[in-house]
């Protein structure tokens, strides 16, 4: 009997491994495997958190599994990590996933509200966190129709730890620009994004898909930035086509 073929799923900020319930049971024939990121669900934290650190961890929590090859599949923070990886790793990686993310930097602004965020994790803690940011990472159909998903995604997001949330936020704050990491993928790409995302929005996915040679580019409509949460079906539909095309 064959291998099944191998796919990982990197979570997004600030939630572990729990917010790929779903999925790890949705794509029949493959090992879906979905390791926390340093400091998520336990997981030991990084004394100097950064975004190449936490694809570092995910390639060495992958060597102890024994996976050489895999498509990975990365959402928000996940396709962060997963530009990190391709930076330090590629030839690890036999296709790409990439969700409601986007290569560019933080903008002054948004760098001194991380800063703002990470004082708010300290004091208060992750209900905070939660407080403010579930009006921008779910989508307005979400918000207004959907309350089981919000209160999932509030659960989620005060299980993490506050350092943890604070790491978080160090680490995609400190990120570098991976605009030129796009035009050395050569592995078959798909890129998904809700269409009410206004965290990383249509334009951020577009700007990919142009980069990426012969990428897909699939927009999701009625969902936010959570777009494996908050429209399920689609989201899973949108990857098993993917998936298709290295199916073995």
Not at 46 to 58: E, F, K, M
Not at 71 to 76: A, E, H, R, T
Not at 87 to 98: D, F, M, T
Request: hydrophobic fraction near 40%.
């Amino acid at each position: 009997m064959s291998t099944p073929a191998v796919l990982v799923l990197v979570h997004a900020f600030p939630f572990g491994a729990a917010m790929w319930r779903r999925q790890l049971t949705a794509f029949p024939g493959w090992r879906v495997v979905a390791p926390p990121l340093p400091g998520f669900d336990g997981h030991p934290r990084l004394p100097q958190p950064t975004i190449d650190a936490y694809a570092r961890d995910l390639l060495e929590t992958l060597d102890r599994t024994g996976i050489d090859r895999a498509v990975f599949l990365g959402l928000s923070m996940g396709g962060y990590t997963l530009f990190g990886v391709l930076r330090q790793a590629a030839e690890r990686v036999q296709g790409l996933i990439l969700a409601d993310t986007r290569t560019s930097v933080d903008s002054p602004d948004r760098r001194t509200a991380r800063e703002r965020s990470i004082q708010l994790a300290r004091t208060v803690g992750p209900s905070a966190i939660a407080d403010e940011m579930i009006p921008n990472i779910l989508g307005t159909t979400t918000r207004s129709s959907r309350p089981e998903v919000v209160a999932d995604v509030r659960a989620m997001i005060e299980s993490q730890p506050a350092e943890t949330i604070a790491a978080g936020l160090e680490a995609m704050m400190t990120r570098p620009d991976s605009a030129p990491v796009l035009d050395r993928i050569t592995v078959p790409t798909t890129i998904i994004v809700g269409d009410e995302d206004t965290v990383t929005p249509v334009s951020d996915a577009e700007f990919m898909h142009r980069a990426v040679r012969g990428s897909t580019l699939v927009t999701i409509p009625s969902s936010g930035h959570m777009t494996n949460l908050e429209t399920p079906d689609a989201f899973d539909d949108a990857v098993r086509a993917s998936l298709a095309q290295w199916r073995r």
